[in-house]
């Protein structure tokens, strides 16, 4: 019953290209309010992977980008290797709720 | 580097209140803002509250009653209470930097988190 919603899995080749979707309304990124997207590996805490919509921290692979358009955002994932299984994460903030919002998740599988 | 370290008991009896803190390293508390959040396999992942350097305080709405969030300056440690704990409040918690910047509030350094669990 996340408020925004992305596709429980995700799977690809090595060296494939996967997108996550994440889908939200007109109250969060319809509102124009950033999305920031978190990559968490089994066992660990979330990281920082995308800020405000596009932006890599230092260290993170240009292989990872994100998008935003309208009331979804997209985070892409071009040339997959086997580190990058984890779950992925969207966030925004939400005028409704006044406050932050997380995706459901999505599980990255590689083939 | 920024680290940031959960501690306190891993165990809480119903009704009873949860308190955690956080110990930044790397840097100092007086900087930015600072975050807790959880994460339960029925929930996923859920902001409690923020406290930025000043010592204001920001709840999430439909925590707020129970949720208190602190700083200790000098010890360059930030903590959580969560009053009246029920099994749902089963969760690893995590305490993390909060960046509120003209891209967006996200947050970019995080612990690595502590299971808390509800039983008696």
């Known amino acids: 019953q996340s408020v925004l919603t992305q596709p429980p899995s995700v799977s690809g080749a090595p060296g494939q290209r996967v997108t996550i979707s994440c889908t939200g309304s007109?109250?969060?990124?319809?509102?124009?309010?950033?999305v920031h997207w978190y990559q968490q590996l089994p066992g660990t805490a979330p990281k920082l992977l995308i800020y405000g919509n596009i932006n890599r921290p230092t260290g993170v692979p240009d292989r990872f980008s994100g998008s935003k358009s309208g009331t979804s955002a997209s985070l892409a994932i071009t040339g997959l290797q086997a580190e990058d299984e984890a779950d992925y994460y969207c966030q925004s903030y939400d005028s409704s709720l006044s406050g932050y919002v997380f995706g459901s998740g999505s599980k990255v599988a590689v083939l | 580097q920024v680290q940031l370290q959960e501690s306190g008991p891993g165990l809480v009896k119903p009704s009873e209140t949860l308190s955690l803190t956080c110990t930044v390293s790397?840097?100092?508390?007086?900087?930015?803002?600072w975050i807790w959040i959880r994460q339960s396999p029925g929930k996923g992942l859920e902001w409690l509250g923020y406290i930025h350097y000043s010592g204001s305080t920001t709840y999430n709405p439909s925590l707020q009653s129970r949720v208190t969030i602190s700083l200790d300056t000098p010890k360059n440690q930030f903590s959580l209470k969560v009053s009246s704990v029920t099994a749902e409040d089963t969760a690893v918690y995590y305490c993390?930097?909060?960046?509120?910047?003209?891209?967006?509030?996200?947050?970019?350094?995080w612990g690595q988190g502590t299971l808390v669990t509800v039983s008696s």
């Open positions: 790397g840097g100092s508390i007086t900087d930015y803002s």
């Open positions: 993390a930097r909060h960046s509120p910047n003209h891209w967006g509030d996200y947050f970019d350094y």
């Open positions: 007109n109250s969060n990124i319809g509102a124009g309010f950033d």
